[in-house]
């Protein structure tokens, strides 16, 4: 099997990117010989994509403009990595301080291994399954229509072709979506963030409609508990999410220090 860490960013967060390789490299040394790919429309010669790259096994892939939108850069980086059968988007302010479940990682890619149904494994149950989805095996359960979040940005080991095939049609959606609104094309990137055009109904209703079926299913952790701090105890373990609404938050600037980065 191959797989890899997949992080897409901006220029505006880049320099959250750089705490969150730093801290995978760090506290799970283990992964070192899992590629991590940093895709940005920045060039190597971005003092802070040099920073980040310097990081073990951490490989820059270059998005063109055309590219750099939220939906058009995740559907180009992966379509990169043809090579690698599964993959695992990061956000950039996904930032681990401990080391993920490397056993229950383990269990995952032997489940997408060897079982061709299943085309994606949450592995941070934030939000987690529905109580009344059924159970896969040991902790995982079977994602249902009873989840309002069947899709999720969060930390989820994708087959790379499962995920393109959601979001290559949600990319149309959302084209179709934003013509009805008459905005200038310079809104687009902000009408994308904005609707949350792959969590929000809509996007829902889509990953329903065109990834869930009896030979499509996804699999996501069981929580330990309801209290936020559940969210620890998860197979790749960080507190959702560092910033809010563009805004780093308090916590995060003192877990960044910490980490011996200084962010405003």
């Not at 902790?139 to 009873?146: D, F, P, Q, T, Y």
């Not at 979506?177 to 687009?188: A, K, L, R, V, Y």
Request: charged share 20%; net charge neutral.
């Amino acid at each position: 099997m191959s797989w890899c860490i997949l992080i897409n960013t901006t220029p505006k967060y880049m320099k959250y990117a750089e705490v969150q390789v730093a801290c995978i490299r760090r506290y799970a040394p283990q992964l070192d010989m899992i590629p991590i790919f940093l895709a940005t429309e920045l060039t190597e010669s971005d003092p802070c994509v040099k920073r980040i790259l310097s990081n073990t096994n951490t490989t820059h892939v270059h998005l063109q403009a055309s590219e750099s939108g939220f939906l058009e850069s995740r559907i180009a980086a992966v379509s990169y990595l043809g090579e690698f059968d599964y993959v695992l988007p990061l956000q950039e302010d996904f930032w681990l301080d401990r080391s993920p479940d490397l056993i229950a990682l383990k269990n995952a890619l032997y489940i997408l291994e060897t079982d061709m149904r299943v085309k994606s494994i949450r592995l941070m149950p934030s939000p987690g399954p529905n109580v009344a989805d059924r159970k896969y095996s040991d902790n995982w359960k079977v994602l249902s229509e009873a989840d309002t979040y069947r899709f999720t940005f969060q930390a989820t080991l994708w087959r790379s072709s499962a995920y393109l095939e959601f979001l290559r049609p949600l990319l149309i959606q959302a084209k179709k979506d934003f013509g009805i609104t008459g905005q200038p094309i310079s809104e687009w990137a902000i009408f994308c963030i904005r609707m949350n055009v792959a969590e929000n109904f809509r996007g829902q209703k889509l990953f329903l409609d065109t990834c869930m079926s009896a030979n499509k299913i996804h699999l996501s952790i069981t929580r330990e508990h309801d209290n936020p701090n559940a969210v620890f105890l998860a197979p790749w373990p960080y507190r959702p999410t560092a910033v809010v609404q563009g805004s780093l938050e308090p916590w995060a600037k003192e877990f960044a220090g910490r980490e011996g980065f200084m962010l405003n």
